[in-house]
């Protein structure tokens, strides 16, 4: 059913991959200008496929265990993306030639979050229903 709460979870782990990369510069270079996800082709694709992740994750509701691999799988791309921000930011200087960090570096946190939460719903909807089956 599309009317559950982890469907709401998954659409704003969606929109924070898929819209707000666009909105939030990543860093800002030496020279001053902004660096934003899409001209960094690895992290774009990587936060296209969290996104896309997300998407698909929404449209898996009558297989609620597939729905938490998924969910899974994108914390762990989130986590991974994160740790690429993480390795950047504490290069050396000279290497990477990030003078400001922005906000744009934090949105995988934000989706971890979403999508965390989303998962403890889905395992509360999974285990509601083997609680149901019981019953029978």
């Not at 800002?28 to 774009?44: C, K, N, P």
Request: aromatic share 12%; glycine share 6%.
């Amino acid at each position: 059913m599309l009317q559950r709460i982890q469907t709401v979870y998954l659409l704003i782990a969606a929109i924070v991959s898929l819209g707000l990369i666009f909105v939030f510069a990543l860093w800002q270079s030496e020279e001053g200008s902004a660096v934003y996800a899409q001209d960094q082709l690895t992290i774009f694709i990587m936060f296209i496929a969290s996104g896309l992740l997300s998407l698909i994750s929404i449209f898996m509701f009558k297989n609620r265990k597939l729905q938490f691999v998924l969910g899974r799988i994108n914390i762990i791309l989130n986590f991974f993306l994160l740790g690429v921000f993480v390795y950047w930011s504490l290069s050396l200087p000279g290497e990477m030639n990030i003078s400001e960090k922005g906000i744009g570096m934090f949105l995988p946190i934000i989706s971890i979050v979403f999508l965390v939460l989303a998962n403890k719903a889905i395992k509360k909807d999974e285990d509601l229903v083997k609680s149901v089956d019981r019953l029978r």
